[in-house]
């Protein structure tokens, strides 16, 4: 739960500078490309969720920076090695436990 409570306050502080244009991502269907062709608060949004989901209800809700930017670079190589791959595949195949 206190994971759960991190990722929707780190959320909610990217949201609120966000532009006024509101934008609905469905995560199960972003491939690879999308996400890298996304935008820079877009990736942001993105990787900060995946943080949090992979992390699970059982984990503190702490924030390493150093994993958690060492996870952010697996993932974009994997991405642009692989942009048919949906971003759920993976985030499976890089944060999966």
């Known amino acids: 739960m206190k994971s759960f409570v991190a990722t929707l306050f780190a959320t909610a502080l990217m949201l609120?500078?966000?532009p006024a244009s509101a934008v609905v991502l469905?995560?199960?269907t972003m491939s690879c490309k999308q996400f890298i062709d996304g935008g820079e608060d877009e990736i942001?949004?993105?990787l900060t969720w995946m943080d949090g989901w992979y992390k699970g209800d059982q984990d503190e809700a702490i924030i390493d920076t150093d994993v958690?930017?060492?996870n952010?670079?697996?993932f974009g190589k994997y991405c642009a090695e692989h942009p048919t791959?949906?971003?759920v595949?993976?985030?499976e195949k890089?944060?999966?436990k």
């Open 16 to 18: 609120s500078s966000a």
């Open 26 to 28: 469905d995560l199960s």
């Open 89 to 91: 595949t993976a985030a």
């Open 72 to 74: 952010a670079k697996k």
């Open 85 to 87: 791959v949906s971003i």
């Open 94 to 96: 890089i944060l999966g």
């Open 68 to 70: 958690f930017v060492e």
């Open 44 to 46: 942001r949004m993105v």
